[in-house]
């Protein structure tokens, strides 16, 4: 029996991991390692920090907490420390004799935790059996995070900023030729703007505030004001969300990733594929970038290590490029990959989200998404040659299939509905039925037939980014309802001039705009506002808002700094305990993919020339 296989065996041996999902146990396997101890041997320290939690396979292993209490075991688990909240170890382990145990991560079991919410308190349940609840609780406090000084002062200067530019607004809007209502609104908007800048609350809690004080103050209808919360695009993320949840949580995604890598070619191109397929695939189904880059960041590691390329080389860091290529380059190309897009989507006129549904928002980003891959393509194979070679063996492949075991009937409903809803989109014309009440329908069968469960329902659906949105496009309409976009066009008759008359130089100045505007403000920010200035403007110039909003959502994302970019930093630390690959030059090939998107936005220009929509 392999090592994968006797892990495999004793994973679903425990009595508390073997109630996880199936798919959870295939997840975690592919991370966990055999290890062996001599009579004697310290295996971790009290204090230490809790990295690991061990399953005994054989061997006794004596635990002495620092109060002199002293606990054998020989046939369960120990360090159930890394599976809590608790930070270190509460006790130090040491083998009695000889002993063999399955190491698993604490970053495994943080996602078995998530995907089996009940797991956490039996592990807390064990860990007190073995440790008084006061010494549990007292390590689990320790483990709260201290405010930092320099972030309540950068705060502070933020609440500042956001308190005295809307007075500025609300002392200067008349000189400007501003009514009341006018006046008012701009200033809740310009406070707005300032607590994003800052990341003064959560993304979604200025759109709150804005509904609040606009509708209180009666300065425009409701109908106007909420309309963000009856459009097609909130009722189409919704749909989406549900069913991405659905996916994921059925084990489909997962089954399918695993298919993936058993078919690819056993070379150094096949498993880049299927790295960079691996995020494609989820690209539409999963709306979150930070979400797309867990997933993947796993298989990054495991197909390193299985491949026994060197961490740090130029293999590895490859393939770190491709993995992290795949889960975020084409976001701008679907949209259903995340929240904003549907923002993009929402500020679009009626007869433009006639136009602009799934299938042919993904048609007209062809020609982009193309250019984008072939320069990518080419550029790593010239940046990143290595004379290292794959090993790749199916074992553990095939222990982790074994786990899944046949196809279930979630997934069998999650498959099902994937495909009447990309039936349904592709016949529109035939049944006259819009994708967004076509995806509430596929979201209210599974809810009805009880595929999709209310606590999935509840807690794997983005409703703060619905929220976000809802409030977003209320915002922008309230925009619209009060005449500031023609105000705005007026004095920005430059810009429209460009936009009209010089597209190319508008994309030139907009690129240069943005880049600097993201040295301060975070992505979905800077598309948000962006795009209420700049879609209105180009309607009308006689340019189809959806270019705009589509090279808004591709720059958007352009980055230099890991600090600009969340998704980045999260992928950092889910890599960086093993140094996977080198961080200078990941930084570089993403800095000359920034300007990879650039150069692909003009090369797009003369297919949607082409379309009819530049």
Not at 169 to 191: H, M, N, S
Request: proline residues 4%; hydrophobic residues 50%; contains cysteine.
């Amino acid at each position: 029996m392999s090592p994968t296989a006797r892990a495999a065996s004793r994973l679903t041996q425990d009595p508390i991991i073997s109630k996880s999902q199936n798919e959870s146990l295939a997840r975690m396997v592919r991370n966990v390692r055999e290890r062996r101890f001599e009579a004697g041997e310290t295996i971790y320290e009290a204090d230490a920090e809790a990295s690991f939690m061990y399953l005994v396979v054989g061997g006794d292993v004596e635990l002495v907490s620092p109060l002199g209490k002293r606990v054998t075991v020989n046939s369960a688990r120990f360090g159930e420390e890394a599976a809590t909240d608790v930070p270190f170890y509460l006790s130090r382990a040491s083998a009695l004799t000889e002993v063999t145990a399955i190491a698993i991560p604490r970053t495994s079991l943080i996602g078995l935790n998530q995907f089996n919410p009940g797991l956490k308190a039996q592990f807390y349940f064990s860990l007190i059996a073995n440790f008084g609840g006061e010494q549990v609780h007292a390590a689990a406090e320790k483990a709260k995070p201290e405010d930092s000084g320099a972030r309540d002062g950068f705060e502070a200067v933020g609440w500042f900023v956001c308190i005295l530019m809307p007075l500025l607004v609300l002392l200067y809007g008349p000189e400007l030729g501003l009514d009341r209502e006018t006046t008012v609104f701009l200033a809740i908007f310009t406070a707005t703007i300032v607590m994003w800048v800052f990341e003064l609350v959560d993304e979604y809690v200025p759109g709150i505030f804005v509904l609040l004080t606009t509708l209180s103050l009666g300065i425009a209808p409701s109908r106007v004001v909420l309309s963000g919360f009856a459009s097609d695009g909130f009722f189409m993320a919704m749909s989406i969300f549900g069913l991405g949840a659905m996916v994921v949580m059925s084990g489909l995604s997962f089954r399918f990733l695993l298919w993936l890598l058993r078919y690819l070619p056993n070379n150094k191109a096949g498993h880049d594929v299927g790295l960079l397929l691996t995020g494609f695939m989820l690209t539409p189904i999963l709306p979150s970038l930070n979400g797309r880059v867990a997933i993947v960041t796993p298989f990054l590691i495991d197909m390193v290590e299985t491949v026994k390329f060197q961490f740090g080389g130029k293999g590895a860091t490859r393939m770190a490029v491709a993995a992290f290529t795949g889960a975020t380059l084409i976001s701008a190309a679907f949209i259903t990959s995340r929240s904003v897009n549907f923002v993009i989507f929402g500020l679009l006129p009626a007869q433009e989200q006639q136009q602009f549904q799934w299938g042919y928002w993904v048609a007209a980003s062809l020609a982009t998404v193309v250019a984008m891959l072939v320069i990518y393509y080419v550029a790593a194979l010239l940046v990143y040659r290595s004379p290292e070679k794959p090993q790749l063996t199916g074992d553990q492949i095939d222990v982790q299939m074994q786990l899944l075991g046949g196809i279930k009937n979630r997934e069998w409903a999650a498959i099902v509905s994937i495909l009447v809803f990309a039936l349904g989109v592709v016949t529109t014309s035939v049944h006259n039925i819009q994708p967004p009440w076509l995806g509430m329908a596929v979201l209210y069968a599974l809810l009805l037939l009880g595929f999709l469960r209310k606590h999935e329902f509840r807690d794997r659906i983005d409703w703060p980014a619905l929220v976000y949105l809802g409030t977003l496009v209320g915002m922008i309409a309230v925009f619209n309802y009060l005449n500031l976009d023609k105000w705005l066009g007026r004095h920005l008759a430059g810009i429209g001039h460009l936009l009209e008359h010089n597209f190319t130089g508008f994309v030139a100045v907009l690129s240069l705009a943005i880049i600097a505007i993201r040295f301060v403000i975070p992505n979905t920010a800077t598309i948000a506002i962006c795009a209420t200035i700049f879609m209105p403007l180009a309607s009308q110039a006689g340019v189809n808002p959806w270019v705009v909003g589509f090279i808004l959502l591709l720059l958007g994302d352009v980055w230099f700094f890991p600090y600009q970019c969340s998704h980045y930093v999260q992928f950092r630390e889910l890599t960086q305990a093993k140094s996977v690959y080198d961080e200078g030059s990941f930084l570089r090939f993403n800095c000359f993919m920034n300007f990879v998107r650039i150069a692909a936005i003009y090369a797009s220009m003369p297919f949607w020339t082409a379309l009819g929509i530049l």
